[in-house]
């Protein structure tokens, strides 16, 4: 397998205001998010990026999705520059995070065409498209309803459609799993592995050690915007349970994000 992510260096700091600097209980005037990170992503596996809070793991993937601009350093998304070519990174990849929201007036039928049009998808491709994913997460019998009137399940789900309207190569999902019943998660990490076995490649961040160890074919663990470890899973799981082995790295790494 090549590699097709990769990054380097990247760091990204913050100002913080003065309400910051109250509850964060600190004099400090910008805090460093991601600090020297560095990892790869190869064709065709999912990546997990592990982290508590505040680690960095949001801050990464929205750099490697062109949300935010790194202070330093860059990557390479299937050849393509975020810093030089950030609109070409967006036409490679599709992002999903619980923290970017649909605008609750529309429906997902619009929102899905929105897109579609963003990316310049054929009407036919578009409709073909939509008809597979809206039917797969049971979204067409809510293909009218104003996003508001949502479920929060069924709003995750319209999101993950969406977001990968035009069959992106390289999916980055941020928390996928957060706040959804076992029964949408079970649907949504099903498709991951969908996703993974016709050839795509995912990164994925998330808290649930579970999840990891079930799809992922490699992890990283960010500490304080640091890379710490980065290994297989087999590896990483060879002697004791992930989970185990998370508390041991943020232990002999004091002074690790809480």
Do not use: W
Not at 38 to 61: D, M, R, S, V
Not at 103 to 110: A, I, M, R, S
Not at 146 to 154: C, D, F, Q, V
Request: aromatic share 8%; with cysteine; glycine share 8%.
């Amino acid at each position: 397998m090549g590699v097709i992510l990769k990054a380097e260096g990247l760091k990204k700091t913050f100002k913080l205001t003065a309400k910051q600097q109250k509850l964060q209980k600190t004099k400090a005037k910008t805090i460093t998010a991601v600090n020297d990170l560095n990892f790869e992503a190869y064709e065709g596996e999912i990546f997990g990026l592990l982290g508590p809070n505040g680690a960095g793991k949001t801050t990464t993937l929205r750099i490697l999705s062109t949300l935010i601009k790194a202070d330093e350093g860059d990557a390479v998304v299937d050849g393509s520059s975020v810093k030089a070519e950030p609109a070409a990174v967006r036409g490679k990849i599709g992002f999903l995070t619980s923290e970017l929201k649909l605008e609750d007036f529309f429906t997902p039928n619009y929102m899905f065409d929105f897109f579609a049009n963003l990316h310049n998808i054929d009407p036919e491709t578009r409709r073909q498209r939509k008809k597979e994913l809206f039917g797969k997460f049971g979204v067409d019998e809510f293909a009218e309803v104003k996003i508001a009137n949502l479920s929060t399940g069924m709003k995750q789900k319209a999101s993950l459609v969406i977001s990968i309207v035009h069959d992106p190569n390289i999916i980055i999902f941020d928390e996928p799993t957060n706040g959804l019943d076992v029964l949408t998660a079970k649907v949504v990490t099903d498709f991951l592995l969908e996703l993974k076995a016709q050839g795509k490649t995912i990164i994925v961040s998330t808290h649930i050690f579970s999840l990891v160890e079930k799809i992922c074919d490699r992890a990283g663990i960010i500490l304080d915007g640091h890379m710490v470890v980065c290994d297989t899973l087999a590896n990483l799981t060879a002697e004791k349970p992930l989970e185990d082995v998370f508390f041991d790295v943020y232990a002999e790494n004091a002074g690790g994000a809480a």
